[in-house]
């Protein structure tokens, strides 16, 4: 039987170490062209927004809680209009409702809302059912209408313009929890008395400043972030 010839390769050995030779310099092409393609990208909008938005993530790990960014552009406005900050509205809805995470928005002792207000906070306590913790007897007509809440001296602001004060609606129970803080004592730097109106107790205010400390320290950088989107 005659003896079987060896296969030649398909790449002899010296066109092996030829196309080596000759891919190094355009490997090393492509990754400089490569690098300096990312380099200018990150001078783009979205090069900027993608930076934004891993900071804001990186901020957001330090919370217990993220802040949704869907909310702070109401907290700010809010601020806009009662001078009470943002951060500090943040760490009021965090508490009281974890940013409206609850299973049911009303409490058992009858406080209602993204904010928890009593009805008899919200409406005013000049209302004739109103006493005890202030949950009252009144109308659920009653108890979103501008008209009535200015009659009786309640906190409860219309903050989005439907004729409707609506401490469920997130701009309208933001602007609310605004407006009781400021006249509370937040206009004056009275924090600590502000805070403990709204809910009378010390451990609720020690929360309350915990969390808007946290916040205050990333103000501006959150602010920035959100209202870009």
Known sequence: MAAKKKKKPFISPKVKLFLIVL???VALTLYV????TWQ???GFPFGDQFTE???YHQIQDQFDMSIPIEYIPIYVAAEEKYKVPWTLLAAHHRVETRFSTMKTLVSPVGAEGHLQFMPCTFV???HPSCKGLGKGEIPEKDKTNPAVIKKYGGYGIDANGD???DPFDIEDAVYSAANFLAISGVNKGQYKK???QYNHSDAYVEDILKY???YKDYDDQLKQIALKD
């Open 23 to 25: 891919l190094i310099p």
């Open 33 to 36: 062209f490569s690098y300096f």
């Open 40 to 42: 200018q990208g990150r």
């Open 53 to 55: 938005k891993s900071v």
């Open 124 to 126: 005013g306590w000049k």
């Open 163 to 165: 004729g409707i004060a």
């Open 194 to 196: 502000a805070i403990y």
């Open 212 to 214: 808007y400390n946290q």
